[in-house]
């Protein structure tokens, strides 16, 4: 069982005031009564011994007179019962061997005094004997108790009433140190509890200068402490948190570096190898375009000397003598051959044109200028990397091209096709089935805009949110790697540029580009 402290102050001090109470209602009383007794006894057996010694000076000297005055002696005490003057006889035996003494009442005192109604209890006898010539006897004392059950009384009445006062004192005493002692404790109790569930405002008020002052001083002075040593804690976790984040914001830096670093890389490697492709292939192909004008006119001649010969069998009447090849030329249906010839050049001459146009988007796209600014006409870049997507786009998105006067813009340009690419990669991938792509350049100022809009798919505000994170995707596992913008955004921030992007989930999505045509610090 748990005893509280206010239980135990309050049992020290009943028991305490129960102790005295007990002291002052019977040990203390009893103790002073027989005291009382002693003494009433003691003052009793005196005015016997002062009787009886009256008695026998008076009978010395045979003066009986004397012997009544003495008796009277106590005649005003208000405790006086009797006074008795007795003889005492010698009584022998038969053969005067042995004697017995027997007393016999002589006189008493006030005359035929009357002892009752008091009993034996309410009655104190005392006797002091004498002897003398005359006689030997003694004096017997008789008083009543009267007066000690009055002073009996008076001691009971002044004990109880001690102890009240006791009972009183010890109860105002408990509420005192309930007071002083539990209240303050108590509170010290609930305020640790509160300290202890975390409410660091709390204080304890006292005004005691005591120990419990001080202790109450000291838990004020420790919640203090306790806050501060909590704030400076909280103050270094925001800062540990703040580094972390720091760190956290770095090491997705690094990585976005890193990224760009590998994608260059392949970028530049990829650049290579198509520099090599274009340039082997732009020979050969050069050879069939700048052949494709000089085979047309040889055809014509030998088409006009074909002409000339039907038309001089004609007007001569030769007829029968070129039967022969009159017939090998409907064996080989001339007309239909001469028609296909032509017809297979126009193709050749197309296919080749388009080759040539690819081989230049090629060199283009791959010119190996990553470190240093060069004049181009993004104009061009445009239609290169166009030329390069042609067959994923063709038969299925129209291009619109409003392209107007830019300035030459210094730039990588590689590195801005490459932007290029991303964001029209992006547009056609964006588009299923049948679309437009709408392709605009623009001189603002000192800035060239260039603004390439989809009717694609569009995208949430969610997503639109995240597409220049490094590694963020919605395409499958394997179309994409979610490194194309992050990599353009890249780019353009190295060209001191901007690069916005406006967009809604079913209306389409336009990337907008800003590039200064003149960079300021080489880096
Ligand atoms: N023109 C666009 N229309 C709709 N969504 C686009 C467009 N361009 C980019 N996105 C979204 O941005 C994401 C990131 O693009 P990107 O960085 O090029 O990575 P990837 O093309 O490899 O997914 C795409 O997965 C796509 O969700
Ligand atoms: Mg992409």
Known sequence: MRITLKTKIWLTVLTIVLMFSFFSLFYFPAQQERYLLNNY????????????????IALTEENFEGVQTAMSFVKDDPRLLFVNLMTTDTVWNADHQSFTLKDSLLKTFPENAVIAPHTEESIIKK???FVTDIMSGAIELG????????GKKEIRLTSMLVSGV????????????????????????DAANKVGDGDLTQRVITNSDDEIGELAEAFNNMVVDLAKAREELRQANLNLESTNE???????????????????????????????????????????????????????????????????????????????VEKYKNDAQIEFTLKEVNDLLRGIEDGAMRTSEIVKG????????????????????????????????????EIIREFEEIDEVECFPGKINQVFMNI????????????????????????????????????????????????????????????????????????????????????????????????????
């Not at 006791?166 to 010290?188: D, Q």
């Not at 470190?371 to 030329?387: F, I, P, Q």
């Not at 100022?445 to 798919?457: E, F």
């Open 41 to 56: 006894n003691n003052e009793v057996q005196n005015l016997a011994n002062t009787i009886s010694l009256g008695v026998r």
């Open 127 to 129: 006797r002091s004997g």
């Open 143 to 150: 008083v009543t108790t009267d007066a000690i059950s009055e």
């Open 166 to 189: 006791f009972l009183v004192i010890g109860i105002i005493i408990g509420f005192w140190l309930a007071r002083n002692i539990s209240v303050p404790v108590l509170a010290l109790r």
């Open 246 to 324: 720091a760190l956290h914001a770095t090491v997705t830096d690094l990585k976005a570096a890193q990224e760009q670093l590998i994608q260059a890389e392949k970028m530049a490697s990829l650049g290579q190898l198509t520099a090599g492709i274009a340039h082997e292939i732009n020979n050969p192909i050069n050879f069939v375009t700048a052949n494709i004008q000089p085979l047309k006119d040889d055809l014509d001649d030998i088409l006009k000397i074909i002409q000339c010969y039907e038309k001089v069998v004609r007007e001569k009447g030769l007829e029968n003598d070129f039967q022969e």
């Open 362 to 397: 090629l060199r283009n796209f791959s010119r190996l200028d990553q470190n240093v600014y060069k004049k181009a006409n993004l104009n061009e870049n445009l239609d290169s990397t166009l030329t390069l997507l042609h067959s994923s786009y063709k038969n299925r998105i």
């Open 424 to 523: 029209l990669s992006n547009a056609i991938q964006a588009i299923s089935g049948e679309g437009t792509i709408t392709i605009r350049t623009k001189q603002e100022g000192d800035l060239v805009k260039i603004s390439i809009r989809d009717s694609g798919a569009g995208m949430s505000e969610e997503v639109r949110k995240k597409i220049f994170d490094p590694f963020f995707t919605t395409k499958d596992v394997g179309k994409g790697t979610g490194l194309g913008l992050s990599i353009s955004f890249g780019i353009i921030q190295k060209h001191h540029g901007e690069i916005d992007v406006f967009s809604a989930p079913g209306k389409g999505t336009e990337f907008v580009i800003k590039l200064p045509s003149k960079q300021e610090t080489e880096d």
